[in-house]
């Protein structure tokens, strides 16, 4: 049970932190970090982990498609309403596919805990 509440609460911390990332406004100067496409690397982090947590959470699949609708709705109000910001479609492939990872990753772990339980 301590295990659960510590996955909510890494859950809750993950989703303050991606509102964080997606929502402030842009830098009208140089990029932090000038890795070519680590942008999207970010993108990917900031989806896979909750969508992990999610899966590891609950088996319900609505929260795993809630967080996906909030990817593209996070790309239109970047575009549309943030200063320095813009809608990327590979920002949100990126999201998709972190979604994907997070997923697979809780999958297979749930998969082990399963198998390591069943055995003894």
């Known amino acids: 049970m301590r295990g659960r509440r510590i996955r909510w609460a890494l859950l809750g911390m993950a989703l303050v932190l991606q509102?964080?990332?997606?929502?402030?406004?842009?830098?009208?100067?140089?990029?932090?970090?000038?890795i070519p496409?680590?942008?999207?690397?970010?993108?990917a982090a900031l989806f896979a982990v909750p969508a992990y947590l999610i899966r590891r959470l609950t088996v319900s699949w609505w929260p795993v498609v809630?967080?996906?609708?909030?990817?593209?709705?996070?790309?239109?109000?970047?575009?549309?309403?943030?200063?320095?910001?813009?809608?990327?479609?590979?920002?949100?492939?990126?999201?998709?596919?972190?979604?994907?990872?997070?997923v697979w990753a809780a999958t297979w772990v749930n998969g082990r805990s399963r198998a390591g339980s069943s055995r003894g």
């Open 37 to 43: 496409h680590a942008d999207k690397v970010v993108h």
């Open 66 to 102: 809630a967080l996906a609708a909030h990817a593209v709705v996070s790309e239109l109000i970047q575009g549309a309403w943030l200063p320095n910001r813009a809608g990327d479609p590979f920002d949100l492939l990126a999201d998709g596919v972190g979604i994907g990872l997070g």
């Open 19 to 34: 509102a964080v990332a997606l929502y402030s406004p842009g830098s009208s100067g140089p990029p932090l970090i000038t």
